[in-house]
């Protein structure tokens, strides 16, 4: 294939974003071929220099593209990735793969069942060098063992105006969830791409803290993974300044990731070792403190997409494999559920449960949501991937 038609259906924010690095060109070997949005006004722009359409699943029928991005609201993620990888049109979809676990593995057997179709999701944080060296300095042993992982990820500050601006935002029926499943999906993917999935989960979440809003906007989570270490997860997007401080503690040392610099604390010996060996009880292993230099991420989005076109053209490893898309999507359901329930929730969680739970939400909601219409010029102005 001498170039990858490029479909994108949901031209919104995200979607407008991907269709303009690939009109730059930023993606060798891939063309935009077709665009596709249910608001007609989001598709004049685009109508000399692609084909477009008021419908997804045309689109996909139409053979006009080979693959598919999709970038609408989650729940159209599911049924249109479905409807893509039936129709043998290789998928790239938008985060969160789909709105619930459930979802997630319905989408992942079809995908089972099309192995000839390439299947990615967008989880471009992998792609950034500041992670690259925190998952080299996890896999190349130089923390020990892992103990613990505190994540305060509070600076998603979102206004009352962001989540009025679309009328599936921060709803149960619309979205599926809120901070977790929509602002930190990527540093949960991070999260468990980095030290793996915990074993169980307890949650605190407030829904409508800090905005008008019926879904979560503020929590607080503990969580424990199957060798004994522990975690916290802060997040919200109500606070202001906020704070983005991932902390991995391990037996060879801490890593502390803030402010855009990486410092990790060496241990000259195992703390463990240490303890065992000392005869001075308040001894501590000697340190070296260690500065990690990293440089920016330069369009992680397209790298992400160059990558999806190589594993279509010519075979090439998947950075973001779609199916890895489903831990993400459990810790958000999993961070938010043991909140709903009041339980603490042993993992891997009860889709099901959790979709019945969804269900639920959906069928009892009053909420009545406010919906103001932002010109694509205010919100691309303050629009913060
Ligand atoms: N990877 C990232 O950095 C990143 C950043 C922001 C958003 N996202 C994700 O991108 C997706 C879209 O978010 P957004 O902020 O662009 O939302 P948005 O509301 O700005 O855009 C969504 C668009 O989809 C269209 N749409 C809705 N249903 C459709 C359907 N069935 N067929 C075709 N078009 C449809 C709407 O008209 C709207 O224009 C979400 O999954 C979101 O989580 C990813």
């Known amino acids: 294939m001498e170039k990858v038609r490029i479909g994108i259906v949901g031209m919104g924010n995200m979607g407008k974003y991907h269709a303009d690095y690939l009109l730059r060109g930023e993606v060798a070997h891939a063309e935009l071929a077709a665009v596709c949005s249910t608001s007609p006004h989001k598709l004049a722009a685009y109508e000399d220099r692609a084909q477009v359409f008021s419908d997804g699943l045309t689109m996909i029928q139409s053979g006009a593209i080979d693959a598919v991005l999709v970038a609408t609201p989650h729940y159209q993620h599911t049924s249109l990735g479905i409807a893509a990888m039936e129709q043998g049109v290789h998928l790239m979809v938008e985060k969160p793969i789909s709105a619930h676990k459930a979802d997630a593995q319905r989408l992942i057997e079809v995908s ?53 601006s679309g009328g599936w935002r921060a709803t149960w029926k619309g979205e599926g969830g809120g901070v977790l499943l929509n602002q930190c999906l990527h540093q949960l993917d991070a999260l468990q791409w980095l030290v793996g999935m915990p074993s169980r989960v307890r949650s605190f979440a407030q829904l409508g803290r800090f905005h008008n809003i019926e879904v979560e906007d503020n929590v607080t989570a503990y969580l424990e993974y199957p060798n004994g270490a522990t975690g916290v997860f802060i997040s919200s997007t109500g606070e202001a300044p906020g704070s983005n401080r991932f902390e991995i503690a391990g037996t060879r040392g801490k890593v502390v990731l803030e402010n855009d610099r990486i410092e990790f604390t060496r241990n000259e010996a195992c703390m463990l070792e240490h303890s065992k060996t000392s005869r001075i009880g308040f001894s501590k292993p000697d340190i070296w403190n260690v500065e990690i230099p990293f440089g920016n991420a330069e369009l992680p989005h397209a790298v992400l997409m160059r990558n999806f076109v190589g594993a279509i053209r010519d075979g090439e490893c998947l950075i973001a494999p779609g199916h890895e898309g489903i831990h993400s999507v459990e810790l958000a359901n999993v961070l938010l559920y043991s909140s709903l329930v009041d339980q603490t929730i042993d993992m891997p969680m009860d889709g099901a449960a959790f979709e019945g739970k969804l269900d639920q939400l959906i069928r009892e909601s009053t909420f009545e949501k406010k919906v103001v219409e932002v010109s694509d010029e205010d919100f691309a102005s303050s629009f913060n991937r």
């Open 112 to 164: 089972k069942k099309h192995p000839e179709v390439v299947f990615a999701g967008m989880f471009q944080l992998r792609t950034e060098p500041r992670y690259l060296k925190l998952k080299k300095l996890i896999d190349d042993g130089e923390l020990g063992e892992i103990v613990r992982i505190n994540w305060i990820i509070t600076d998603w500050y979102r206004t009352e105006a962001y989540y009025a």
